[in-house]
Nanobody
């Protein structure tokens, strides 16, 4: 099983990034997918999630209207489009796959929002 995040980096406030998480080794289309983040000195928090079929999404209040989660079953990839980025969005972003009590995590990708 592998979850490989990419797309992080340094961006100025107000900018955009698109994170990707490429999945392999499990039936991607059966798993709900989520993005979490962890800021320095803080606990990991849920940013967004999407059901296995992609029909429903959920967002943390702090990112609603700015972030969009999506998935491409043909590519076994989940995305997080992040717009209007703020310094408080800085952190390591992790991808998570979940099916019942089974969960897999990626290694994370760093996002830094700073001028």
């Amino acid at each position: 099983v592998q979850l490989v995040e990419s797309g992080g980096g340094l961006v100025q406030p107000g900018g955009s990034l698109r994170l990707s998480c490429a999945a392999s080794g499990f039936p991607f289309s059966s798993y709900a997918m989520s993005w979490y983040r962890q800021a320095p000195g803080k606990e990991r928090e849920l940013v967004a999630d999407i059901t296995s079929g992609g029909g429903r999404t959920n967002y943390a209040d702090s990112v609603k209207g700015r972030f969009t989660i999506s998935r491409d079953t043909a590519k076994n990839t989940v995305y997080l489009q992040m717009n209007s980025l703020k310094p408080e969005d800085t952190g390591v972003y992790y991808c998570k796959a979940r099916w019942g009590v089974i969960a897999y995590w990626g290694q994370g990708t760093q996002v830094i929002v700073s001028s």
